[in-house]
């Protein structure tokens, strides 16, 4: 089963030498997680300050600079990996180094027939 691994941390939380550190590890746990078979993509997001939220109403775009809700830690990036179940996910989120400062938010993801896969 495909999970996304949500890294909710707050943006200020790691100096930009840990930040650093935290790519170096991450990049490692993917390639673990590649050689077991379980990698599928996993990427660090730019600040809150370069998102753009956009919602529908009345058939027209509503474009707002920021995050859709202020919040104490906010997304900063995600790991998308295939599990055999919840347990085997939640084994994966605890190596992941953004959890020891943020949250790891675990999501099985829906599978829709007709989206391309890589």
Known sequence: MKYVLLIYLEEHALSETER???????????QQLNSNGQYLATAPLHSV?????VRVRNGKPLVTDGP????R?????????????????????????????????IR???????IPEN
């Open 20 to 30: 650093e550190h935290c790519y170096l590890e991450s990049a490692v746990l993917a």
């Open 49 to 53: 300050a370069t998102a753009t939220s």
């Open 68 to 71: 859709f809700a202020e919040t």
């Open 73 to 105: 830690e906010q997304l900063g990036g995600f790991f998308l990996i295939n599990a055999q179940d919840l347990d085997e996910a939640i084994n994966i989120a605890a190596q992941i180094p953004g959890a020891r400062v943020g949250t790891v938010e």
């Open 108 to 114: 099985p993801v829906i599978e829709v027939a007709g």
